[in-house]
Nanobody, 119 residues
Framework: QVRLVESGGGLVPSGGSLRLSCAASGSIFNFVAMGWHRQAPGKERELVAD??????NYADSVKGRFSISRDNAENTVYLQMNSLKPEDTTVYYCRLDSTNVVGIQVIHWGQGTQVTVSS
């Protein structure tokens, strides 16, 4: 059973920085991607950034401010968030995409971590 444990959320002033971490444990047969999504109340969950074995992908709203990285040995993904804005305030969720032994996509989500940016 795969488990995702997130940490690093909190309260920061506008312009501040936070670093989110997501550690994956358990059996992962074939890693595809790992990343962060966020969901504001009443809105759909949206991609913030993700990372594969060969590339990274960012939402337009965070390009130049956020940076995603991965420690392969520790199965951990990090999201460095700089120049935070009040509109970045919401719950951030870690997501792991993989495939199982028969090639079927498997998605795991973390429990979410709150990021609050004060104006």
């Amino acid at each position: 059973q795969v488990r995702l444990v997130e940490s690093g959320g909190g309260l920061v002033p506008s312009g501040g920085s936070l670093r989110l971490s997501c550690a994956a444990s358990g059996s992962i047969f074939n890693f595809v991607a790992m990343g962060w999504h966020r969901q504001a109340p009443g809105k759909e969950r949206e991609l913030v950034a993700d990372i594969t074995t060969s590339s990274t992908n960012y939402a337009d709203s965070v390009k130049g401010r956020f940076s995603i990285s991965r420690d392969n040995a520790e199965n951990t993904v990090y999201l460095q968030m700089n120049s935070l804005k009040p509109e970045d305030t919401t719950v951030y969720y870690c997501r792991l995409d993989s495939t199982n032994v028969v090639g079927i996509q498997v998605i795991h989500w973390g429990q979410g971590t709150q990021v609050t940016v004060s104006s």
